[in-house]
């Protein structure tokens, strides 16, 4: 309660927007439960009819002291036939940080929930509107106090402590963690010249392990210290040196500490475009990275690469149920009645760390009545802790067009493939899945819109072809 009321006290100063939703969706699927085709080649699949209500509320708040992102839908399935029970997914997305004391003390807040697949290769559909009991629910949350102060005109000064958590529902291994850094870096009043030295504590502790993985450690620590030193050659380019010391203990088969060290430059052509690069080396081998951006009145793109040691806990943390902004960067209001899409390949849910390589690019462009994007992924995860390697790859189209001043069509393609390989056993599990969504959006009112949507499945051995009609409002403070 405590940690709460420091968040909301500053509120009362900020600009409030608040968005009241409601959606009401009736959808018929031929393929409820995602029943996989026999080896005869004849369907088992069963159709039903299922309605879902799903009141949410979108509150953003930007203020002096204060900056607040909410957003919370409940959404309640009730399907006809007997196949399945009601259900109820929980959708949440918070993200606070406020000024507790002027320029010196803060307090960042987080907390989500959202659906995933328990098993990345099971029977999986778009969203979690099908009960195929491979769906489950995350939570995490994140609180983090820090503190920060200017050593004169000379260097700034701050230090963070954060307390997280990830939790499952039905299956993996439940984690909290806790984060204790010091940076101590040069003044932004300092010359062309800047360095930083940075410090890090981290420990993570799981509780109960699925059972499709072997020996496991219960707690983790990872330690480091860097230095880095930065030189601003002129109004675009700028060059940076970094070297260091991991000490880290984890359950691995190779070594988990050892120096770093990394060469990295920024290239800004200009405010709407940005190109950092670096080539490093860490304990585990080569951790170089790529981040793009680039801004036009009517475009946008974007591109990054990393390589680096991670696991399901920080990557939970990182996955946001609910988004702010969009492709072009803007401020938007998340619709909360829209069934969320379960993302394709995450991490299984233990306490094992991997080597993650990581790609993905993504375009959208304006035009007229017409928007138009892509995205392409690519990732792939080296488990340390056994023989074990995980691959994903996919890739989207969409496509938006405004048919008349109160009707908006919208069109979908997704390709995603998920592989998992053992190299001891020799043997490799795979699932591929194409979808394509398409459907028309009617104003109604100022507050009403209907919509009528299609979408089509093609999982492995199975596919399903569901029909949507729904109605939205939307009550605009």
Not at 307 to 326: G, M, P, Q, S
Request: proline share 2%.
């Amino acid at each position: 309660m405590c940690l709460l009321l420091l968040v909301i006290r500053p509120v009362l100063a900020a600009d409030w927007n608040v968005s009241t939703q409601l959606t009401m969706q009736t959808t018929y699927t031929d393929n409820l439960q995602l029943t996989r085709d026999n080896n005869l080649g004849e369907a088992k699949k069963e159709g039903d009819l299922f309605f879902d209500v799903a009141p949410g509320v979108v509150v953003t708040g930007k203020g002096r002291h204060l900056n607040l992102d909410f957003a919370y839908s409940p959404q309640y399935i009730h399907y006809l036939s007997a196949q399945a029970d009601d259900q109820v997914n929980h959708q949440l997305q918070m993200n606070a940080q406020s000024e507790i004391y002027q320029n010196h003390l803060f307090f960042d807040l987080s907390f989500s929930a959202q659906q995933e697949l328990i098993d990345s290769l099971g029977v999986a559909g778009r969203d979690a509107a099908n009960p195929t009991e491979n769906i489950q629910t995350t939570y995490t949350y994140s609180v983090a106090p820090n503190y920060k102060s200017r050593l004169g005109s000379f260097a700034n000064f701050s230090f963070t402590f954060e307390k997280n958590g990830v939790f499952y529902s039905e299956e993996g291994g439940n984690s909290s963690g806790y984060l204790n850094q010091v940076n101590l870096s040069s003044s932004t009043a300092a010359t062309a010249l800047n360095w930083a030295i940075n410090v890090k504590n981290q420990a993570l502790s799981f509780e109960d392990e699925t059972a499709n993985t072997i020996a496991q450690e219960p707690t983790q620590e990872f330690n480091s210290a860097t230095a880095s030193v930065g030189y601003q050659l002129n109004e675009r380019w700028q060059l940076m040196v970094l070297a260091g010391y991991e000490d880290n203990d984890y359950a691995a088969l190779s070594e988990t500490s050892g120096e770093q060290w990394q060469f990295s430059s920024i290239w800004t052509p200009t405010m709407r475009t940005r190109l950092y690069l670096s080539a490093g080396h860490r304990y585990f081998g080569w951790s170089p990275s790529l981040e793009w951006t680039h801004r036009s009145k009517h475009s946008a793109w974007t591109a990054s690469f990393s390589r680096a040691v991670t696991n399901a806990h920080a990557e939970r943390l990182n996955n946001e149920a609910y988004n702010f902004k969009d492709a072009f960067g803007d401020i938007v209001v998340p619709d909360t009645g829209e069934r969320l899409t379960i993302q394709p390949g995450t991490a299984i849910p233990t306490s094992l760390n991997f080597i993650n390589s990581q790609f993905q690019t993504g375009y959208a462009v304006q035009a007229r009545r017409n928007t138009i994007g892509t995205t392409i992924r690519y990732l792939l995860r080296e488990y340390e802790g056994m023989a074990q390697d995980e691959k994903t790859t996919g890739a989207s189209v969409f496509w938006t067009r405004k048919l008349t001043g109160l009707t908006t069509s919208h069109l979908a393609v997704s390709w995603d493939k998920n592989q998992r390989q053992n190299s001891i056993l020799s043997n490799e599990q795979k699932s591929v899945n194409f979808s394509v969504d398409t459907g028309l959006t009617r104003q109604l009112s100022a507050r009403t819109n209907l919509d009528l949507q299609y979408h089509f499945l093609d999982g492995e051995q199975y596919t399903e072809n569901r029909f949507t009609l729904g109605l939205r409002m939307t009550w605009q403070d």
